[in-house]
Every structure is written in structure tokens, then in C-alpha cells.
């Protein structure tokens, strides 16, 4: 009796620690599920706990069974593979299938990229003092990290990726004075939520935020980051570098890369293509826009305001506006296919910018703040109170932002 006992007792902690890892951070299972916010965290800080609990659970049920007979073999062999299939299954997908590249990318010379990169192909750049890197959407969606020891010019910054979002941004990976080692663990409201493995405590990716335990919130410092296509990058930086992420030359990681980037391929396709979120696990639905508008966002404090290429490129030159009460110079350039948004501290309105930040009032910063071309419904969701296509000249003086 008392190895019934045991053996239901280790059947019931390895079941549902295992559905649990695979409803919560399975990633496809929100496909069919609604999962809440506070449930991912739960297993994103502690993930190996957990797991540790069910795999004990598990070798109780089989050494119930095995040694001393206890159920039939009926119940036991079906049940002991579903449970080491969603677990298995799951971690797999996050640490294998997703692992990233945050010090191991390999960026390549344009020649060398065009074999594998469109011209028309919308790509994510970052540069310092002349150094641009450019990640193509479908090169990095897969990895969703990348970056080297070498870094960007000599600045540590990581480019982080959301397939959902389509949201890239540079950051560097530091918290506190402390080097985060991030990892990607799942997807709330169509964002990535990553994990500072250091620590244990997650990053909702689109603010760059720890949160910790007890409440407290500290952030990655944002790089400024934005969109061209690679034609653009071409032009702009001749030298520059390209992010492609090659197949494996381990047959067993090739074919479960192959997998991976097939569902993400699917997926990405349909989220650019429907209205409705292939991952429908929104709050809340803004009509402002269509959700699948593409959006260049920037928020500073409580102020958050959005622009569309298309209104930024039919308006009469460079759109000045103040977020947050600073100054901001938002453009379109078409010879780099590129929209871009810059801190305007000069008190006055800019009437001319070039690609490179050159304008009648000086040469002015690119926004670190932006997140470019990222879906509406998306910013929607994670800044509800947001503005749209604002339009205003910036203050007389204005006090410079961190």
C-alpha cells in the first residue's frame, strides 16, 4: 500500500510540474492557452528548482514501479514518456533550440552576406564611431541574441530580437555594474521576456528592465538602434558588418536549428501578414491604428509617442515634436531607406537632418530611446497612454536626458 502511495504521490509532482513547464514556457502551448504574466515568472526564476522537484517525482514513480511493482505497467510507461516529453520537449526548445549568441555571433562583410541577404531586406543596425552592424530579421529571429567579446567598437552591446514584436534593440547587457548573461525564456503579449541567468530575475524586453524579487527595477542601457534595408547599410557603411546566423556544423544541433527556424519562419510569416496576433495572448486591443501597423516608438518618463513612416515621409520635411519634455527630430531619409529619430536639446526647431545626424542647428544624437518599426498592437499594448504622429516645436530650453 504504502508503494501505491508513493508511487501517485511521485506521478502527481512530475505530471504537473511538467505540464505546468510546458503550458508556461513551451511557447507554441500559448497558441491554444491563455498564460498568465505571473505564472512564466514563477518558472523563469525558478526553472531548475522545479524541474528538480519533478525529475525526483519522476525517478520516485519509476522506482516505485520498477522495484517493487507498485501500478501497472499500463499506467507507468505512458505517463513517465508524456511527462519526459513535455519537459524534455520544453527545455530543449529553450536552451537548445533558442540558445543565443550573445558572445558568439559572427559578423560577415557585405560581399559575403549578399549571398544570403536581399537588397529590399529590412535590416536592424547599430554603429559606434563609424562601426554599423546590420542583423536581417530572418538572420537573428532564431537566436534572438547576438553579439561578440570583440564588441561594437570597443562598447559591450548586445542586439536583442523579437519575433512577435518585430522589435530589435541594442543594449548593453550591464545592471547595476554587473555584466547580465541573458537568455531568452518565453514571450508575454507578444514580447520576448528574458532571464538574467545571473541573477535569476526576468527582463521584459521592450523596457530593458530587471525585476527584482523585492520589487525593485533597474535597466540595460538602450543603444540607439534603427532600421534600414540592406541596400541602405550598403550605402551608408560600405564597411560595415552583417550578423548571419550559419547552420551548425554538429549534425544533431543542425537538424534541431532546421526545426526551430522552420516553425519561427511560419510564424513570422503569418504575424506580418494577419491582423489578428498569430500568439493571441494581448490585453488589450487599441483601433487607432491596424495592428500590424509599423511604428517607430520612443518614451521618456511617463510620455510615450509613435510615428508611421508613411506620415513622417508625406510630411513637409523633418517632424519636430518634445516627448517627455525633451526635443525630438524624427526623419525620413530615402537614399538609406531609413526613418530615424534624434534628441533635439537646441531649443529650436530643425528645419533640415541628414542620415548622420547633421542639421541646421548642429549635429544631434540619435535617440537611444527608439524602438523602430515594431508592430502597433505591440507598443499599444506595453504603452497604452502612447500619442500617435505628434507634431509640436521643442521647448526653449530643455534640460539634457540621461
Known sequence: MLTEWLFWLGFIASAVIGFLYFRDLGDITQMVLKVKRENMVRFIRNEYRLLGLGSAGLILMAVMHLA???????????AAIVIVILAGFTWVWIHVGMRNQQRSARYYSIDEAEEFVSPHTSVVVIENNGVARAHPDARIKRPHLAGDEEGLAGEDVVMTYCVMSN??????????????????????????????????????????????????????????????????????????????????????????????????????????????????????????????????????????????????????????????????????????????????????????????????????????????????????????????NRIGNPPAQVESAA
Open 68 to 78: 517493487f511493482g507498485a501500478s501497472s505497467p499500463w499506467v507507468f510507461w505512458p
Open 167 to 388: 522589435l530589435g534593440i541594442g543594449y548593453k547587457p550591464v545592471i547595476e555594474g554587473q555584466e547580465c548573461a541573458l537568455e531568452v525564456l518565453s514571450q508575454y503579449a507578444n514580447n520576448l521576456i528574458l532571464r538574467d541567468n545571473r541573477t535569476g530575475d526576468p527582463i521584459q524586453h521592450i523596457y530593458g528592465r530587471v525585476e527584482r524579487r523585492d520589487g525593485s527595477e533597474s535597466a540595460m542601457e538602450p543603444w540607439p538602434t534603427f532600421r534600414m534595408t540592406f541596400r541602405g547599410f550598403r550605402k551608408a557603411y560600405p564597411n560595415g558588418q552583417v550578423f548571419l546566423n550559419k547552420p551548425s556544423s554538429n549534425p544533431v544541433l543542425r537538424e534541431i536549428d532546421l526545426a526551430t527556424e522552420s516553425i519561427f519562419s511560419v510564424m513570422m510569416a503569418r504575424q506580418h501578414q494577419e491582423s489578428r496576433p498569430v500568439v493571441d495572448n494581448m490585453t488589450r486591443q487599441d483601433p487607432r491604428l491596424p495592428n500590424k501597423t509599423y511604428v517607430w516608438g520612443i518614451n521618456v518618463g511617463d510620455d510615450a509617442v509613435c510615428w508611421t513612416d508613411d506620415f513622417v515621409i508625406s510630411h513637409d520635411g523633418p517632424v519636430n515634436a518634445v516627448v517627455g519634455g525633451r526635443g525630438v527630430v524624427v526623419a525620413w531619409h530615402q537614399q538609406f531607406e531609413s526613418l530615424g529619430v534624434w534628441w533635439n536639446d537646441t531649443g529650436a526647431p530643425v528645419a533640415r537632418i541628414d542620415f548622420w545626424g547633421q542639421s541646421d542647428r548642429g549635429k544631434l544624437p540619435r535617440a537611444a530611446a527608439l524602438k523602430a518599426g515594431l508592430f502597433w498592437h505591440v507598443w499599444a499594448e506595453f504603452f497604452p497612454h502612447t500619442d500617435i
